[in-house]
């Protein structure tokens, strides 16, 4: 699968440092989405972005900061993680935002463990 | 809010039988979307089937259907001839139809964990 890529596929991070995640979608859709996959928890929406603009923030702590700087990347910007941020981190991409209109395609995930 | 329910946190198959996944939602709206995504071990989610609410039939992707009963608010999925390389773990999803601030939001089960015995 290749429309849908992240880096780096593993993380490993102390609680004091910044690290950022990435995710470029190839498929020429306009909305991304952050995901948050613990252990034995559904997934979680993290933001949703439409055309570049954040349309969704789903009660993340602000130690996570997204970025969309056009319709093809969004990072997701980590500074002073806790050890429950721990997960593995989905990126996503459809169509449009609209409901209904299309699926969501996913990336293969980012695994960031914090220590 | 929307909650979506799978009861299974484990399911097996034999080869080339079938096995049904479960899953219950609760929703208070007319007009959505569900969605039955498949994530193998490497980790890339799959979409596997999806279905309107507003449609009666239910959806088919070749040895994937659905069984949708709207009223009951259930959405079980059905994998025929079960091959080796459907073994996943495997995630029930909602989506609104309407607009809002739950626009574009999947809600998504549990998940439920198939091995598939040779």
């Known amino acids: 699968e290749t429309g849908v890529t992240q880096t780096p596929r593993h993380l490993v991070m102390g609680m004091t440092n910044k690290k950022s995640l990435k995710c470029e979608q190839h498929l020429g859709h306009n909305a991304m989405y952050w995901y948050k996959q613990s252990a034995k928890k559904p997934l979680e929406l993290m933001f949703v972005?439409?055309?570049?603009?954040?349309?969704e923030n789903n009660s993340v702590p602000s130690r996570f900061s997204p970025e969309c700087p056009n319709s093809s990347h969004l990072f997701l910007h980590l500074h002073t993680l806790q050890p429950e941020d721990s997960a593995l981190y989905l990126c996503?991409?459809?169509?449009?935002?609209?409901?209904?209109?299309?699926?969501?395609?996913f990336g293969p995930g980012t695994r960031l463990t914090v220590l | 809010a929307q909650t979506v329910t799978q009861s299974q946190p484990e399911m097996s198959v034999q080869e080339a039988e079938t096995v049904t996944l479960s899953c219950t939602y609760d929703t208070s709206e007319s007009d959505y979307y569900l969605f039955w995504y498949k994530q193998p071990p490497s980790r890339q989610m799959i979409l596997v089937i999806r279905?309107?609410?507003?449609?009666?039939q239910n959806a088919t992707e070749n040895r994937f259907s659905v069984n949708f009963q709207k009223a009951a608010k259930s959405f079980s999925l059905k994998i025929s001839d079960s091959q080796l390389g459907d073994a996943a773990m495997y995630f029930c999803?909602?989506?609104?139809?309407?607009?809002?601030?739950?626009?574009?939001?999947?809600?998504f089960g549990q998940g439920t964990i198939l091995t598939v015995h040779p």
């Open positions: 999803a909602y989506r609104s139809a309407s607009g809002g601030t739950s626009y574009g939001k999947l809600t």
């Open positions: 996503a991409s459809s169509q449009d935002a609209f409901p209904g209109t299309d699926t969501q395609y």
């Open positions: 972005y439409s055309l570049e603009e954040r349309v």
């Open positions: 279905q309107e609410a507003y449609k009666q």
